[in-house]
């Protein structure tokens, strides 16, 4: 089901109020609630460019069945106290916070009502790069972690399956500007993609806040 479109846009920008209307997506056995208009159209262009050029894009490379592929999307982590990350074979260390994630991060923790100490920045350059179904379960995040996802740019659309009924499945369009708030039990009974698109797509880049363990993700490092 599609819960969200295009029309949802048309707003009037002068109203600051628009920033903290809330939309709860129904889930079961988890917690979605879309901001779709949390950064006006100017901020969201604005701190699109400002991330294009300031954060320190990398290639990922990932090995699965004995072959190196290219990662289909640029990534980079920052963090408090260079705290590393570990997902898929992939251990990066935080990288000091730029000045712009830093004023994004300040007005998500309003909306979330939480602190966040790390952000994954993940950098979509066409249509061609997706990433694959996952949940944000490792251990560092704790068994019920609020992640803030904050979309700029291109819109795409968020997929959800659950994990154990494949009858579930939601999509969520995330328009430029939009926070989405996880929580709940969300990442251990869903997984989310986004996938990959024929049509014609300009660059996407999405934020996902996050509070770590520094100590369970120093162990996860070594391992």
Request: net charge neutral.
């Amino acid at each position: 089901m599609d819960l969200f479109s295009q029309a949802d846009l048309s707003i009037d920008e002068s109203d600051q109020s628009f920033k903290n209307t809330a939309q709860k997506i129904p889930l079961v056995d988890g917690e979605l609630v879309l901001y779709p208009h949390c950064f006006s159209t100017a901020e969201a262009n604005h701190y699109f460019e400002q991330l294009q050029k300031t954060i320190a894009w990398t290639q990922e490379k990932i090995t699965m069945y004995g072959k190196t592929h290219n990662v289909p999307r640029l990534s980079a982590w920052y963090s408090d106290e260079k705290i590393p990350y570990t997902y898929s074979g992939i251990t990066a260390y935080g990288l000091p916070w730029t000045e712009s994630l830093q004023a994004i991060k300040s007005r998500v923790e309003q909306l979330a009502a939480v602190q966040f100490n790390s952000v994954l920045a993940n950098l979509y350059r066409d249509g061609a790069d997706s990433v694959s179904w996952h949940a944000d379960d490792e251990p560092e995040l704790g068994p019920a972690p609020v992640i803030a996802s904050v979309s700029l740019g291109q819109e795409r659309t968020f997929q959800l399956k659950h994990k154990f009924d494949k009858t579930l499945k939601a999509n969520v369009l995330l328009p430029p500007g939009s926070v989405l708030i996880m929580s709940g039990a969300t990442q251990q009974n869903w997984l989310h993609q986004i996938a990959k698109s024929r049509r014609a797509m300009a660059p996407r880049i999405n934020l996902t806040f996050r509070w770590v363990d520094k100590h369970l993700a120093n162990v996860s490092a070594k391992t």
